[in-house]
């Protein structure tokens, strides 16, 4: 906004506010956060799809306030189930990478399940085909042999669950295995089709060299991104307000191819006026990054950058699982059961 | 659990055990829009703590119902949010350019 001297205002009759002034003190501006009422919030509320791919989502939503798309972001990262390695049982590791850093590495390994078909595993549950998933990893390299790398793909899923056996508390009892499957994962129709693989098959988990080996299982649970970052289902999630710039004056001539030229994004752009003149014009607004390369020194006067306040562009790369649009749609779920679950409480 | 006068209903404090901002921050946000609040506030008492203090005041309505109207509101707006969104993702799956289109071979 230009300055203006508090004792050089003509237009401004003696005893009255400036117009912007008089207008803050007589009416309530409404703006997004201010108060709205349900209705009017579900007739502006606008959603538009710009960019989905695979695993990744842009969206734009616009009309709703911070709090809530923060809460729907918060919830993506922490709140929504994954299923991660979680247990490993090692039988044999004589490679250099220690047994509690192969655990971690094998825990943040993205697994190809789907987290609603399954369970979480309380504490006096066993577990069973429905809360756990088993994967083995049996790899050695031969000795005289060259160096090997030990990928992703090479843990194998067990849909008949543990393969090692506890030791029997004494010699009579039966030996019993580390899982409790009544029937093999893979006869279960919701993963016959679909095996329970990893979703990556070229992750780097371990190098050997001749004669090292390594041996174990691992065992994959439900939970989720506030426990653990294992089980974010998000790579990352993450929104913006959309850029809004404003020449506030004309900028015209060599000003104005400056003004183009300064933009690493190229936001701006030159309109021809015809004979010779030209003017600079604000084309791309949305892929402004506010480095403020346009307002440093010179412009300060002339360029403008402000933000819509209800405008989000929203970003959700999904780590694996889930394709991002039905990510989103489980942390607005969420969301409601939070709502219900706090409401049934109150009653 | 609530945390208020018997002789005045209209002024508590809510207390949700194992709640974050992610809750809070929201139903502060619809209660700040209902008329009968004339104020809202929430907090987290220790970083360490699992739950968040939702304090409510009235111009008149018992706090208890005014927050559960802001939960039924909150899940009214998440309900719109998601069926906008399903909305907008089959919209663009229509509209999508097939991804075996290849215009420019004849
Ligand atoms: S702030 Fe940076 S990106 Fe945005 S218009 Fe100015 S120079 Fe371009």
């Given at each position: 906004?230009?300055?203006?001297?508090?004792?050089?205002?003509?237009?401004?009759?003696?005893?009255?506010?400036?117009e912007h002034l008089q207008l803050q003190r007589s009416r309530v501006v409404?703006?997004?956060?201010?108060?709205?009422?349900?209705?009017?919030?579900?007739?502006?509320?606008k959603l538009e799809v710009i960019r989905l791919t695979e695993d990744e989502?842009?969206?734009?939503?616009?009309?709703?306030?911070?709090?809530?798309?923060?809460?729907?972001?918060?919830?993506?990262?922490?709140?929504?189930?994954?299923?991660?390695?979680?247990?490993?049982?090692?039988?044999?590791?004589?490679?250099?990478?220690?047994?509690?850093?192969?655990?971690?590495?094998?825990?943040?390994?993205?697994?190809?399940?789907?987290?609603?078909?399954?369970?979480?595993?309380?504490?006096?549950?066993?577990?069973?085909?429905?809360?756990?998933?088993?994967?083995?990893?049996?790899?050695?390299?031969?000795?005289?042999?060259?160096?090997?790398?030990?990928?992703?793909?090479?843990?194998?899923?067990?849909?008949?669950?543990?393969?090692?056996?506890?030791?029997?508390?004494?010699?009579?009892?039966?030996?019993?295995?580390?899982?409790?499957?009544?029937?093999?994962?893979?006869?279960?129709?919701?993963?016959?089709?679909?095996?329970?693989?990893?979703?990556?098959?070229?992750?780097?988990?371990?190098?050997?060299?001749?004669?090292?080996?390594?041996?174990?299982?691992?065992?994959?649970?439900?939970?989720?991104?506030?426990?653990?970052?294992?089980?974010?289902?998000?790579?990352?999630?993450?929104?913006?307000?959309?850029?809004?710039?404003?020449l506030l004056k004309d900028i015209k001539g060599d000003d104005a191819e400056?003004?183009?030229?300064?933009?690493?994004?190229?936001?701006?752009?030159?309109?021809?006026?015809?004979?010779?003149?030209?003017?600079?014009?604000?084309?791309?607004?949305?892929?402004?990054?506010?480095?403020?390369?346009?307002?440093?020194?010179?412009?300060?006067?002339?360029?403008?950058?402000?933000?819509?306040?209800?405008?989000?562009?929203?970003?959700?790369?999904?780590?694996?699982?889930?394709?991002?649009?039905?990510?989103?749609?489980?942390?607005?779920?969420?969301?409601?059961?939070?709502?219900?679950?706090?409401?049934?409480?109150?009653? | 659990?609530?945390?208020?006068?018997?002789?005045?209903?209209?002024?508590?404090?809510?207390?949700?055990?194992?709640?974050?901002?992610?809750?809070?921050?929201?139903?502060?946000?619809?209660?700040?829009?209902?008329?009968?609040?004339?104020?809202?506030?929430?907090?987290?008492?220790?970083?360490?703590?699992?739950?968040?203090?939702?304090?409510?005041?009235?111009?008149?309505?018992?706090?208890?119902?005014?927050?559960?109207?802001?939960?039924?509101?909150?899940?009214?707006?998440?309900?719109?949010?998601?069926?906008?969104?399903?909305?907008?993702?089959?919209?663009?799956?229509?509209?999508?350019?097939?991804?075996?289109?290849?215009?420019?071979?004849?």
């Amino acid at each position: 906004m230009p300055k203006v001297s508090a004792l050089d205002m003509p237009d401004v009759p003696m005893g009255q506010l400036p117009e912007h002034l008089q207008l803050q003190r007589s009416r309530v501006v409404c703006k997004a956060d201010a108060p709205i009422h349900l209705e009017s919030f579900c007739k502006n509320f606008k959603l538009e799809v710009i960019r989905l791919t695979e695993d990744e989502i842009e969206f734009d939503m616009i009309g709703i306030d911070a709090s809530l798309a923060n809460a729907f972001r918060r919830i993506l990262i922490a709140e929504v189930p994954m299923m991660a390695i979680e247990k490993v049982l090692m039988v044999n590791n004589t490679s250099v990478i220690a047994d509690e850093v192969l655990a971690h590495r094998l825990g943040l390994i993205p697994l190809n399940a789907d987290p609603r078909l399954f369970e979480y595993l309380s504490e006096n549950d066993s577990p069973n085909e429905r809360n756990t998933i088993v994967y083995k990893l049996d790899v050695s390299c031969r000795k005289g042999g060259p160096r090997m790398t030990v990928k992703s793909d090479q843990l194998k899923w067990l849909p008949n669950g543990s393969e090692l056996e506890m030791t029997p508390p004494n010699q009579s009892a039966k030996p019993k295995s580390y899982t409790s499957f009544s029937c093999s994962q893979d006869s279960m129709p919701e993963f016959s089709k679909k095996p329970l693989g990893v979703k990556h098959e070229d992750i780097i988990i371990a190098k050997l060299g001749p004669g090292q080996a390594i041996e174990l299982e691992a065992h994959a649970v439900k939970g989720i991104g506030k426990v653990h970052a294992k089980w974010s289902p998000v790579s990352t999630a993450w929104y913006r307000m959309l850029p809004e710039v404003v020449l506030l004056k004309d900028i015209k001539g060599d000003d104005a191819e400056k003004l183009v030229k300064k933009c690493p994004v190229n936001v701006f752009d030159i309109e021809d006026l015809g004979n010779g003149k030209k003017k600079a014009v604000v084309s791309k607004p949305r892929a402004c990054t506010l480095c403020r390369e346009c307002i440093r020194g010179v412009n300060e006067e002339l360029v403008e950058l402000r933000r819509v306040k209800d405008h989000f562009i929203f970003t959700i790369e999904s780590a694996g699982a889930l394709p991002p649009e039905v990510l989103f749609t489980e942390a607005v779920k969420i969301l409601e059961d939070k709502c219900d679950r706090v409401i049934s409480d109150l009653s | 659990m609530e945390h208020g006068s018997l002789t005045d209903l209209t002024a508590s404090t809510f207390s949700l055990m194992d709640e974050d901002h992610t809750l809070a921050n929201s139903v502060r946000f619809t209660l700040n829009q209902d008329p009968r609040v004339a104020f809202c506030g929430y907090s987290i008492p220790h970083p360490s703590d699992n739950k968040v203090n939702i304090r409510i005041q009235t111009t008149g309505d018992t706090a208890k119902d005014v927050l559960k109207d802001g939960f039924q509101n909150l899940m009214i707006m998440c309900q719109h949010v998601r069926t906008t969104f399903d909305k907008a993702v089959a919209d663009y799956e229509t509209n999508r350019p097939s991804k075996h289109m290849n215009i420019d071979t004849p």
